[in-house]
């Protein structure tokens, strides 16, 4: 029997509750809505902008400021890790995406542009 195949790492005693934690974390990671709010950033600030809402921004600094986040954030991670723990960073930083979420639609809903920006950015950050 092959000792490098998936099939090994899920049902190997020793091996298979890293591997399901791994998965865990990668379709939690999906469904954390990072993906979809770079994809349809600029959709997100352009209907805002439709909308009514005032930004100081253009929706084009806008979603140059989301890239930005996420590499302050990929260097901030680097260095997080040695004060944190994986546990307190992951469920914490759960946490944090999701009151963020929630924030920015609630933002959205008030029509407050810089606001939802904001909220994205730290988003972004944290993820």
């Known amino acids: 029997m092959v000792q490098d195949s998936a099939w090994h790492a899920l049902?190997?005693?020793?091996?298979?509750?890293a591997s399901?934690?791994?998965?865990?974390?990668?379709?939690f990671n999906n469904f954390s809505g990072?993906?979809?709010?770079?994809m349809f950033s600029q959709q997100i600030f352009e209907g805002l902008t439709s909308?009514?809402?005032?930004?100081?921004?253009?929706?084009k600094q806008e979603n140059s400021f989301i890239g930005?986040?996420?590499?302050?954030?990929?260097?901030?991670?680097?260095?997080?890790?040695n004060?944190?723990?994986r546990r307190v960073l992951f469920c914490g930083g759960h946490f944090i995406m999701a009151v963020l979420l929630f924030l920015?639609?609630?933002?959205?809903?008030?029509k407050l542009h810089d606001m939802t920006?904001?909220?994205v950015l730290v988003f972004v950050v944290v993820f």
């Open 51 to 59: 909308q009514g809402a005032y930004s100081r921004y253009t929706v």
């Open 104 to 110: 920015s639609g609630f933002y959205i809903d008030m």
């Open 68 to 81: 930005y986040a996420a590499v302050i954030g990929a260097v901030l991670s680097y260095f997080s890790v």
């Open 34 to 38: 990072q993906s979809a709010i770079c």
């Open 117 to 119: 920006l904001t909220c």
């Open 11 to 17: 049902t190997d005693p020793n091996k298979r509750n």
């Open 20 to 27: 399901y934690i791994c998965l865990a974390i990668s379709i």
């Open 83 to 85: 004060y944190l723990t």
